[in-house]
């Protein structure tokens, strides 16, 4: 998997990527460039053999400040239609792109995560935080409705209807604590900690069976529009493919041995 973006930083270490919004004077906000090259590392992901789990980190002390107000909001505003739904689309192919990759994402947020932030903290699979964390989806504050790359599908599936809605309609911050209280955040760890805690979370992760991993991330997203007997049959498929791995084999093996199972990922 490639590292030498331009727009990010990534880093990549024994299969556990890290990526970080490089903005840190602006509190890491989002623009056109940063946004598609996202969108693109997030959908090479499926095929890259090198990361087992990506932590999308903070920087500077915030996470990020959403969609930047002068490069992004500025020449919205003077876009023909055609040109703001092209836009639309591919902030909303970002979220598909990070459901899709077949990794696990755990999303450490410090500071400000607000916007399209929010949105990439939401669509990550794991998120921990400092007691400093703001979240807020702030889409009604400038003029658009809370449904932005998703948040109406699954921000409720986070943390209910109803919460969701006051975020949405209102725009206010979801302070640390209501956001851990609400499922939003796995946990709060103290601000100095936070990518220790990520990495020892990622490093928790990448131990288990990764190529199961994949099938468990695959189910959680497309189970969502499945019934309760198309879920279960899903699963059992699912299951039955991950039978015929050889972590299945070792984990057996360790069992009958008494001793951890050290899985490969196939």
């Not at 996470?63 to 107000?69: H, L």
């Not at 500071?111 to 990439?120: F, N, S, Y």
């Not at 969502?224 to 015929?244: D, N, P, R, Y």
Request: hydrophobic residues 45%.
């Amino acid at each position: 998997m490639r590292d030498d973006v331009k727009h990010f930083l990534c880093e990549i270490d024994n299969g556990i990527a890290t990526v970080r919004l490089d903005r840190p004077d602006r509190k890491n906000p989002l623009t056109f460039e940063s946004y598609a090259e996202l969108r693109d590392w997030f959908r090479d992901l499926v095929y890259a053999d090198d990361v087992d789990v990506v932590i999308f980190g903070s920087n500077g002390g915030n996470f990020s400040s959403g969609g930047d107000v002068h490069d992004i909001i500025g020449p919205l505003t003077r876009m023909s239609m055609k040109d703001m739904l092209r836009f639309t689309r591919m902030t909303g192919d970002l979220v598909k792109a990070m459901i899709n990759c077949g990794k696990p994402v755990i999303a450490a947020v410090d500071g400000i995560c607000v916007g399209a932030g929010a949105i990439i903290a939401m669509a990550s699979d794991l998120r921990i935080a400092t007691p400093q964390a703001k979240t807020a989806f702030l889409f009604t504050r400038v003029g658009l409705a809370g449904c932005d790359m998703g948040a109406c599908a699954i921000l409720p599936r986070i943390i209910g209807q109803t919460r969701a809605a006051e975020l949405l309609y209102t725009g206010r911050s979801m302070t640390a604590e209501e956001g851990e209280r609400w499922g939003f955040f796995n946990r709060l760890v103290p601000e100095g900690t936070l990518e220790a805690e990520a990495l020892a979370l990622a490093q928790q992760i990448q131990a288990g069976p990764n190529f199961a991993h994949m099938m468990t991330k695959t189910m959680l997203a497309q189970e969502w529009s499945m019934s309760i007997e198309q879920a279960i049959e899903a699963e059992a498929q699912a299951q039955a493919i991950c039978m015929q791995t050889g972590d299945f084999e070792r984990a057996y093996a360790a069992f009958v041995a008494k001793r951890r199972p050290v899985f490969e990922g196939n």
